[in-house]
């Protein structure tokens, strides 16, 4: 048995389009003022993990997550494109009413997680894990016994959790994908296995109370 990777993954800080419920896709969205303090808090509370590397999609909310880790851990953050968020076509820029106004029915299979249903100009959903997946482990492949930072988005990281507690693409989501928090895995034999998911301890009281 190969010695395990150890994986901190995290979804990128808060933008304007989160709040907003706007689809960003692969466009290129900023953080806005709550994201960066997110980053920043998220940073401290990795300051004593032991991150041997920083892995981020090269979008550019999550380059700026995982450039304040890097900045608190001394390290230097590699971009892997393999870790961009699912490419949602011409549903990106859209805020959900507007597209279930538009597109009723592909919204039902959205809806519905059919793993076959891409939106036009965007990904399946088979195929958005079929990349997801595989980088991941490819990364952690290149860390046994380490500990590394992956930083991304909230459908990468609803894919990993499936992959780690072998939930089926279409079956309901039942957990949380917060901006910012701190969710662990394990890697091992070829295999992720869940350890923690959204711990957000370190984002309690928020932005208002901590400049207050």
Known sequence: MNEATRLVVLRHGETDWNVGQRIQG???IGLNRVGRWQAARAAEALADEGLEAIYSSDLLRAADTAAAIGAVAGLPVTPEPGLRERAFGRFEGQAF???EQRWPEE???WRRRDPQWGPEGGERLVDFYGRVVPTVLALAARHPGQTIAVV???GVLDCLYRAATRIALDAPRTWTLGNA???RLLHADGALVLVGWNDHGHLEGGLDDASA
């Open 181 to 183: 928090s701190i969710n």
């Open 26 to 28: 692969q466009l290129d």
């Open 152 to 154: 991304a988005h909230g």
């Open 97 to 99: 009413p507007e597209i």
């Open 107 to 109: 919204t039902l299979r």
